[in-house]
């Protein structure tokens, strides 16, 4: 049996926002045991990490039942996740890649290794702590041993990745409904090299584009016509993987921005041949990922002007999940003004409100300042009197698509009534993508008018299907996507819609 070892530090890093991101945010917390968030379990390993993934819709749960098809014995030395969020300090980063690296010469020799990575972590130090990552676990291996790593779909790939891994696999759904299935590709391409029937080359190809969240969807044009393609050129002999990286606009790196990386079967001119082809294709769609931002006013003017139906107001710009502090107002101040009807803001953290409303406790009315309190990015703090409807400790098991299975956790949570609006307020910043969530709060979404979500693109796996109408709101914040508000110092020019850039193929740049 071939022995693969597997590990994963996986952060999202937005350079533009304000609070940095520590050792103590990628320790794993068991829910059950911390629904408040105290205590860390460490760096977990081994039949930990089996247990824990096993059965789940995760990239790892994946790797597990893919490894199990291809006659792998798969040996987790690491997993660890940060909710996104600020640069990483770099005493973080040296730990855990110390951890990593400790425990991949402990574990000797061994046929492939499997990263479980997002591919867009920015530490104090390092624009790149990928590349730095799979160049440090390709000094240990060496130079033959196959390392195949999984990447998000808003991973910034940079030449270091694309020089040292074997092969780049990245989500292809925005939402990322597949992360399982790319994990189980993954092993299975593992199983197929290690056994010889692929010798698997890679090939990556950076355009000169920057795209916003919102129009990264796959479940919208441009990039369910050219997920397609995408699909199509898979199917062609030779080709084992070609993987989207639309990149992460909101990290100020170098590398940012739209990457094709295609996997062949041993023929290098191939993949770059197909790689360029792919890129093409999205590059003449450039203009179709431009953004439209619906003011708060025009979408309540619209659900006034229906009779039912509900509608989702999607506050992109204060998405945690993608570094925002998900405590902006701004949606929640108009609601209240405009005295809002069957209306829900999902969620804030704000772990002070919350001790309020749990002091006050259910039943009781309020008066307190909600949201607006990590910094002056995201609205100021709302003043309201409110009702105290239910707490809970926050914990959910995740019902839709992406990661099925898993249980997550609010921290502490309540539900704040002011007027027409519910507020859920919890103590930790979750993006409200599951309608499990609002539901563990005793909110059915479906019985509601509007819904405003914490959320850019990911909430679209299961609000798409009970939505009557979805709108980007135009709201302040880190994660806004729009262009203007950012001031690029370390992305490479010129990029486009920041600039013109030359025409055609001469624009593109392999970086292997
Ligand atoms: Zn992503």
Not at 88 to 98: C, D, F, I, L, R
Not at 333 to 358: G, K, M, N, S, Y
Not at 499 to 508: N, T
Request: charge should be negative; glycine fraction near 10%; hydrophobic fraction near 40%.
């Amino acid at each position: 049996m071939y022995r693969v070892l597997t590990a994963g530090i996986r952060h999202e890093t937005n350079t533009f926002a304000t609070v940095p991101t520590t050792l103590d945010d990628f320790l794993y917390r068991p829910p059950e045991s911390n629904p408040s968030g105290a205590a860390a379990g460490g760096f977990a390993s081994g039949d930990e990490l089996l247990e824990r993934f096993r059965g789940t819709r995760t990239i790892h749960g994946g790797m597990i039942d893919g490894a199990r098809e291809a006659g792998l014995e798969l040996i987790p030395l690491l997993n660890v996740y940060a909710t996104p969020g600020g640069v990483v300090q770099a005493s973080a980063y040296e730990t855990m890649k110390g951890v990593l690296l400790d425990r991949l010469r402990e574990a000797g020799a061994c046929d492939g290794v499997l990263l479980d990575l997002h591919g867009a972590m920015v530490t104090e130090t390092l624009e790149d702590a990928e590349g730095d990552l799979i160049a440090s676990v390709r000094e240990v291996v060496g130079p033959t041993v196959p390392i195949i790593a999984t990447l998000d779909l808003h991973a910034n790939v940079t030449p270091l990745m694309a020089r040292h891994a074997t092969a780049l696999i990245g989500f292809d759904e925005y939402p990322h409904s597949d992360m399982y299935e790319r994990g189980v590709e993954a092993a299975l391409m593992m199983g197929a090299a290690l056994r010889g029937e692929l010798r698997p080359v890679l090939a990556s190809v950076q355009l000169p584009l920057l795209t916003m969240p919102p129009r990264q969807c796959t479940l919208c044009e441009p990039m369910r016509t050219l997920l397609r393609k995408a699909h199509e050129m898979e199917q062609e002999p030779g080709i084992a993987n070609v993987t989207l990286s639309l990149g992460f606009p909101f990290a100020d790196i170098r590398d940012a921005g739209v990457c094709v990386s295609v996997t062949a079967d041993g023929s290098a001119e191939l993949a770059r041949r197909k790689a360029a082809e792919m890129a093409q294709a999205i590059w003449e769609k450039r203009d179709d990922f431009t953004v439209k931002l619906t003011p708060v006013t025009e979408a309540l003017e619209y659900v006034r002007s229906r009779p039912n139906g509900l509608v989702v107001l999607a506050d992109g710009s204060d998405n945690p999940g993608g570094g925002a502090p998900c405590d902006g107002t701004e949606i929640l101040r108009q609601l209240v003004d405009a005295d809002a009807r069957d209306a829900v803001v999902a969620v804030i953290a704000d772990p002070e409100a919350v001790a309020q409303a749990a002091a006050a406790g259910v039943g009781s009315t309020i008066t307190l300042e909600v949201g607006g309190k990590t910094d002056d990015q995201h609205g100021a703090p709302v003043r309201l009197t409110a009702y105290v409807r239910l707490l809970s400790d926050g914990e959910f098991v995740q019902k839709g698509p992406m990661g099925r299975g898993v249980r997550a956790c609010m921290g502490r949570t309540a539900v704040l009534v002011a007027g027409g609006v519910e507020v859920v307020v919890c103590e930790r910043r979750i993006q409200p993508y599951d309608t499990a969530l609002l539901r563990s709060v005793g909110i059915e979404p479906t019985d509601r008018r509007l819904i405003a979500l914490k959320s850019a693109v990911h909430f679209r796996s299961t609000y798409e299907e009970i939505a009557e109408r979805i709108f980007d709101a135009d709201t302040p914040g880190v994660h806004r996507p729009d262009f203007a508000q950012y001031e690029y110092r370390r992305l490479r020019r010129p990029i486009y819609p920041l600039e013109q850039v030359p025409e055609g193929e001469s624009a593109l740049s392999f970086l292997r």
